[in-house]
């Protein structure tokens, strides 16, 4: 992927989704033999109502002007679930945007209002990131819950560096490949969706000279646009905890990349005990209003 477009990343998606659909599941014949495994370009057109030459055209990155309908087509032919499919038509808005010369998402600054925010959740532990997932705030839970990692001097605050970069990682997350996953696919579909970001193109640069596992994800193509689950860590104050998270956009500008990400435990439940104790000792340990 260049700074200019998002060509490349419509092309690898494309291409991977493709090849992991079997003529069986789209209701072909299998046909002769095959040299590699999914369908062939001429199928996914036959499938979506395309010539042939024009499904070529769009694999190589060719998406901006495509319309809805069309990538509707493109999309059942392709088995895209909900998610992908609304990858898709981000990708042909970004690939628009880049051919009408409209600016990138902006470094805009965190309005005071949303840290007021973070500081009246008293009882989750929350922080904002931009789409490089670098950490601009948090709460006084959310460092104590991710002290382990801002503690560190190789993450430099960047949730995606800590994951793929600092040893502590694989204890402090009990799931550890299913967190990579997660922040892997996270980071592809912010690429494809705003392809002139330098900055996180350099991050993914970055870890993918430095971790094979960050590469071997990235190869993957696989993409997330909602963010929220359970995940389990482990906690240097009260070991195991297990919390609920969600992530979403904030609307603090147009061109702005700011998310809210926050954990919280079920009202009476021992995570909700343990993440008192989290509290209690982020006090002692930083004092208050640090």
């Known amino acids: 992927m260049t700074g200019k477009d998002n060509r490349a990343a419509v092309r690898d998606f494309l291409a991977s989704r493709r090849g992991r659909i079997s003529p069986a599941q789209a209701g072909l014949p299998h046909g002769l033999r095959r040299r590699v495994p ?19 055209r769009l694999e190589k990155g060719h998406i901006a002007g495509v319309s809805e309908e069309v990538l509707d087509a493109v999309a059942r032919a392709l088995q895209l679930d909900d998610e992908e499919r609304t990858y898709l038509f981000e990708l042909s808005r970004a690939a628009r945007q880049v051919t009408r010369s409209r600016r990138c998402r902006a470094a805009e600054p965190l309005p005071p209002q949303v840290r007021w925010m973070l500081d009246a959740m008293t009882m989750s532990a929350a922080f904002v990131t931009n789409g490089r997932w670098d950490v601009l705030a948090g709460n006084a839970l959310g460092r104590a819950l991710f002290a382990p990692m801002l503690a560190g001097d190789v993450a430099r605050d960047n949730l995606a560096r800590y994951h793929f970069l600092d040893p502590g990682a694989g204890h402090f997350y009990d799931d550890w490949a299913g967190a990579a996953d997660t922040v892997v696919a996270l980071l592809r579909a912010e690429a494809g969706r705003f392809p002139c970001d330098a900055g996180l193109r350099g991050l993914i640069d970055e870890l993918s000279a430095a971790s094979t596992e960050f590469g071997r994800r990235w190869a993957a193509h696989d993409i997330l646009l909602r963010n929220h689950g359970v995940k389990r860590f482990r906690h240097p104050v009260v070991g195991t ?3 609920a998270y969600h992530s979403m956009e904030l609307p603090t500008a147009a061109d702005a990349s700011h998310r809210l990400t926050s954990y919280a435990a079920e009202p009476g439940s021992a995570a ?14 930083t004092g208050p209003g640090r």
């Open 38 to 56: 999914g369908l062939r370009r001429e199928e996914v057109a036959m499938l979506a109502g395309v010539s042939s030459e024009w499904y070529r």
């Open 241 to 243: 905890i297990e919390l």
């Open 272 to 285: 909700e005990e343990q993440l008192r104790l989290i509290a209690s000792w982020s006090m002692i340990d």
